[in-house]
């Protein structure tokens, strides 16, 4: 059984910064990708990952805040994000898929949410 696991969350002021961490069981994935869900807000992708390629991809509303990265040797993929703001506040969930898809239905494996509050 595959995990994910992420870790990282917490209560911040805007303008901190936080990195999100999400440690996979085994690397047998094409994408990764972080989704957040805003209190009373659809899931929403916010930034994926190729793991063979490094090839990043964003949401418009995160492009320059928020930075997505990879360690093979740890099988565990990053979520930097800085300036944050009130708005960023949401559960972070992150997805791995085994096909080349960042799209919410595409993803085969799920983390079970880390929480990032943002104070204004």
């Not at 964003?58 to 360690?71: L, P």
């Amino acid at each position: 059984q595959v995990q994910l696991v992420e870790s990282g969350g917490g209560l911040v002021q805007a303008g901190a910064s936080l990195r999100l961490s999400c440690a996979a069981s085994r690397r047998t994935f094409s994408r990764f990708a972080w989704f957040r869900q805003a209190p009373g807000k659809e899931r929403e992708f916010v930034a994926g990952i190729s793991w063979s390629s490094g090839r990043t991809y964003y949401a418009d509303s995160v492009k320059g805040q928020f930075t997505i990265s990879r360690d093979n040797a740890k099988n565990t993929v990053y979520l930097q994000m800085n300036s944050l703001k009130p708005e960023d506040t949401a559960v972070y969930y992150c997805a791995a898929s085994t096909t080349a898809t960042l799209g919410m239905m595409g993803m085969d494996y799920w983390g079970k949410g880390t929480l990032v509050t943002v104070s204004s």
